[in-house]
């Protein structure tokens, strides 16, 4: 399975490692694209496992926004 | 001794956190505050031990210019 987030607030490398880092921390993502221009972030997971909403989460606990 | 130096690229609060780090790892710094806003940096040191040449490698080895 694929999803797109838009996340806001990203400015920079580092930005992009904490949410990266945090969405593959969660079981059953596989995979993970992040864009800094663009905010948005690209997922591949496994649905059995992973879910929209925990990825959600774990971009808001680093402190950045899920627009969707 | 104190000194200021203008820093170019800090974007966000891990930045400001690498800048801050890397200072405060040289030995000699004593105190280092940064304004995100300003970009600059305030730094306390024994001008015995560290040296504002040493502090402007730290902060562009954590890839950020100064610009002095």
Same mark, same amino acid.
């Given at each position: %399975?694929? $999803?797109?987030? =838009? &996340?806001? +607030? %990203? $400015?920079?490398?580092?930005? *992009?490692?904490?949410?990266? +880092? =945090?969405? *593959?921390?969660?079981?059953?993502?596989?995979? &993970?694209?992040?864009?800094?221009?663009? +905010?948005?972030?690209?997922?591949?997971?496994?649905?059995?496992? =992973?879910?929209?909403?925990? %990825?959600?989460? =774990?971009?808001?606990?680093q +402190?950045?926004?899920? &627009?969707?």
């Open positions: %399975m694929e $999803t797109t987030l =838009a &996340v806001r +607030g %990203m $400015t920079c490398g580092h930005c *992009e490692s904490s949410v990266k +880092g =945090a969405l *593959e921390s969660i079981e059953g993502v596989e995979g &993970v694209e992040v864009s800094l221009d663009t +905010g948005k972030v690209n997922v591949i997971y496994d649905e059995a496992t =992973a879910n929209i909403e925990s %990825m959600r989460e =774990a971009v808001e606990d +402190g950045y926004d899920v &627009v969707v």
